[in-house]
């Protein structure tokens, strides 16, 4: 019997086509899962006439994981430093994959409290430095969902277990 993982994927509206991009390669990915069915909350889902606040509030109540992709206009947003990253970044009780959408300053951007985890980024030998999502192309891309895919399932074997 898979463990359902509800996942509350947060980024800035700036980068909701990078997001998209990413976020339907880490599906590809999860969808076999051996261990773990996955359920996705985006800011799309908010229906019309819904108080979107109020909707988000929820989701973010609801999860089990915040998939947070990391972008200068992630960390940027004023509504996510105060709505969403608090509830990630203050408790303990709330799972946190913090993910490089876009490249960052990591010296001097302030981070949102993010500095304390670790970020994910792209590692491969002949890269000089580790690469955002949006740093990569092709087999690259692939490449970057696999191994997010592979992160996502070690710690959530550890988060799960407690």
Known sequence: MKKKITV???YARANRDLATRLLKKFKEQASPSKQYYYSFWRDNDILVGERWHEAI??????CDMGLVL???AFLGSQYIHDHEL??????????VIPVLLQPID?????????????????????????KSYGEC????RDQF???LFRQVEARLDKFVTK
Request: glycine share 6%.
């Open 137 to 140: 192309s092709g087999s690259h």
């Open 8 to 10: 509350f994927v947060s």
């Open 57 to 62: 509030q929820l989701a973010l109540e609801q």
């Open 106 to 130: 990591l010296d001097r951007h302030d981070l949102k409290g993010l500095h304390q985890v670790q970020l994910f980024r792209l590692d491969r030998p002949r890269f000089s430095t580790p």
């Open 145 to 147: 969902a696999l191994e």
């Open 70 to 72: 990391v972008s200068p």
């Open 86 to 95: 608090p509830k990630f970044v203050k408790g303990r009780d709330k799972l």
